[in-house]
């Protein structure tokens, strides 16, 4: 079975898991700071702050920006259900734009489109989420410039593009957003077992969201609202949550963080020959950008709709773990009661019935890759497609 993706664990990195199991804290202990400044710095952001998952870094994320009952978040259909979900975790009511048909992230017009329209009603969102769909940026340029006009706040939900670049800086850099998450989970780019982090350049915020990971509680003399009782003391100022990254894991991503350069480069080295082997055929592969470098944590194709369906199963059967990435949100039970129309959103309906999202991961073997390529273009028992 070859998977649409998977971790790489070197020796260094079973060690450096070894060293903390061996020591007196397997949670807050040095590594979870250790691996926040690396992080940051890698990015160039001034502050990340290390959780157990994207998810509680979404949500954190959304807290710190004030994000309640009150509130309107908007972000893409075609994103895992954790970029939303966390938003209905605050209270707040979500909606959808369409995606653009060549990137398939939020499209820039579409989203121009419905801020138009939602400011005559007087209903602009405070919060709109971006998803760099399998390691693309978004066009932040043009989603900040509109943020100035709205008056929202950004988040990128950079789950998929840790390590990429957008005009030669990291996604992470926070230049065109407040708040910017990453995930650490075993399939994308580099792995702590669980776990995310958001960064942010706004000491306010990234203090906000360090105190919302951990009960809400202070330990800060200065911050209290009265002398310590004794050594022993501490404050709770508001509720917050136990979404803490343990030692164990940051260990694990201060190592993997070190190969992050050479994971993006071998992504994108597999990106490239997939390019060259559909190239001339009728598989529509990812779109390029000089200005947008991908850290491929996908390789999304597009087949047309008449012969996906086929083809994504007979994969399947020849032992090529392929996937989908995304169902469009607004089709998931849980989000029909909310009133979506599958009809609003045609680019993301066109997406949904395209898509497959095939075997990328650093150590993918070049065979491997053959044999995958083979099989979409030459099914086995059956007559060419393409
Ligand atoms: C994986 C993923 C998440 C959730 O990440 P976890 O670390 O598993 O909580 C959120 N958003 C997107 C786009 C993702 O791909």
Avoid at 6 to 14: T, V, Y
Avoid at 29 to 41: H, I, L, S
Avoid at 156 to 184: L, N, P, R
Wanted: proline share 4%.
């Amino acid at each position: 079975m070859i998977p649409y993706g998977r971790q790489n664990i070197s020796q260094e990195d079973i060690d450096s898991v070894v060293t903390v199991l061996k020591s007196d804290n397997l949670t807050q202990g040095k590594n979870v700071p250790n691996f926040e400044r690396n992080m940051a710095k890698y990015v160039g952001a001034k502050h990340a702050i290390a959780v157990n998952s994207a998810t509680s870094a979404l949500h954190i994320a959304y807290l710190a920006l004030g994000v309640d009952n009150q509130s309107r978040v908007w972000t893409t259909p075609i994103t895992f259900v954790a970029t939303t979900n966390a938003a209905l975790m605050c209270g707040a009511q979500i909606d959808f734009v369409d995606i653009d048909p060549e990137t398939s992230n939020i499209c820039p017009l579409a989203l121009e489109s419905k801020l138009t329209a939602a400011e005559v009603d007087g209903k602009l969102p405070d919060l709109v989420v971006v998803v760099h769909l399998g390691g693309y940026s978004c066009d932040m340029k043009s989603i900040f410039k509109l943020s100035k006009k709205y008056n929202f706040k950004i988040v990128e939900d950079a789950s998929h593009a840790v390590g990429g670049k957008f005009f030669e800086q990291y996604v992470g850099k926070c230049e065109y957003s407040d708040i910017t998450i990453f995930s650490f989970h075993p399939v994308k780019i580099i792995t702590t077992g669980e776990g995310g982090a958001a960064l942010t350049n706004d000491d306010s915020l990234a203090h906000k969201m360090a105190l919302l990971r951990s009960h809400g509680i202070t330990r800060l003399n200065d911050e209290m609202t009265k002398t310590a009782d004794g050594p022993w003391y501490y404050q709770q100022h508001f509720l917050g949550f136990n979404y803490r990254m343990n030692d164990i894991s940051a260990a694990l991503g201060v190592s993997q963080l070190k190969r992050l350069d050479k994971f993006v480069v071998e992504r994108q080295c597999i990106a490239n020959r997939y390019n060259q082997y559909f190239r001339g055929t009728n598989v529509k592969t990812p779109k390029k950008n000089k200005n947008i470098l991908s850290s491929f944590h996908l390789y999304i194709i597009k087949v047309d709709k008449k012969i996906r369906n086929d083809l994504f199963r007979r994969l399947r059967e020849t032992g090529i773990f392929v996937n989908l990435h995304y169902i469009p949100i607004y089709r998931q039970p849980y989000y029909s009661t909310l009133g979506f129309l599958p009809k609003n959103y045609p680019e993301a309906e066109k997406y949904y019935r395209e898509a497959i999202s095939i075997p990328i991961f650093p150590g993918l073997s070049n065979k491997d890759q053959s044999y995958v390529v083979e099989n979409i273009l030459n099914p086995p028992g059956q007559q060419v497609l393409f």
